[in-house]
């Protein structure tokens, strides 16, 4: 599929959709607390998200060798990367929940991802969200015409490494527009210089995983959930980014 740059007029809808995505992650915020279980965040957000007239794009969602994924949101905690499945796990204080959100809203699609804290987490934990939160923000920096994806993927992965923490390498953010996943593949990691070229009117996701221990991961049986390998605490922030003329844009931003 190759690479379609978004008028304004699509990127108006993407905004659209985008910005509900945003408000579901403020709906769920004060939600997320020990004690309630995931499949009761994934009920909350699918009736704020179809209430407002868009569908949860990720139920339903799966791969030629991927049973249908069956929840709203991506509930991923403490050592699950990402896929996690909603169910009856319950938070408790100290866990971090990854929460990744897609809808459709008029035909065009809005994705980002969220990991909370639950109640006081560990130093460990919190310096993790930090650091993870910062390397989308430096990528985010670094997606503007005139630069490359190897530099978006390289801001992600020498900080990160810098920190002493690890970048995940086989899931990777991806162009979206009337589809969830289209056109560039935005690796975490890179080389400066290198690699597609960025233009107005691009429209991608950038969503680095990042690990406390190594970046190995290792995939459950239920086919999504994804695990680090060696049981570390992991974390994930997303957005969905327009590269303009004028610098970056982020679409999932309130």
Excluded at 47 to 72: D, H, L, M, S, V
Excluded at 108 to 123: E, F, L, R
């Amino acid at each position: 599929m190759a690479i379609t740059l978004k008028n304004r007029q699509q990127i108006g809808l993407l905004r659209e959709a985008g910005q509900l995505v945003a408000q579901t992650f403020e709906m769920l915020r004060p939600h997320v607390k020990p004690g309630v279980s995931l499949i009761e965040l994934d009920r909350l957000a699918e009736q704020f998200i179809r209430a407002r007239g868009a569908e949860p794009i990720y139920k339903g969602y799966g791969g030629k060798n991927q049973p249908p994924f069956p929840g709203t949101i991506c509930a991923s905690v403490n050592d699950v990367i990402c896929h996690g499945i909603p169910n009856g796990r319950r938070l408790l204080e100290g866990d971090i929940i990854g929460v990744d959100i897609g809808v459709r809203l008029n035909g065009w699609v809005g994705d980002a991802c969220v990991t909370y804290p639950v109640g006081k987490v560990s130093g460990e934990a919190e310096r993790l969200l930090e650091v993870t939160r910062q390397a989308l923000e430096l990528a985010i920096d670094q997606s503007r015409t005139g630069k490359r994806l190897g530099d978006v993927g390289h801001a992600i992965q020498s900080y990160v490494e810098s920190q002493g923490f690890s970048v995940v390498r086989e899931y990777t953010g991806h162009g979206l527009g009337r589809h969830l996943h289209e056109e560039p593949t935005v690796l975490h990691h890179g080389r400066p210089g290198t690699g597609l070229s960025l233009r107005a009117g691009m429209v991608f996701t950038i969503e680095p995983m990042v690990n406390a221990g190594r970046p190995e991961t290792r995939q459950m049986d239920d086919g999504w959930t994804v695990k680090t390998a060696d049981g570390s605490l992991s974390a994930q922030f997303e957005h969905t980014i327009v590269v303009t003329d004028n610098g970056p844009e982020l679409l999932t931003l309130l």
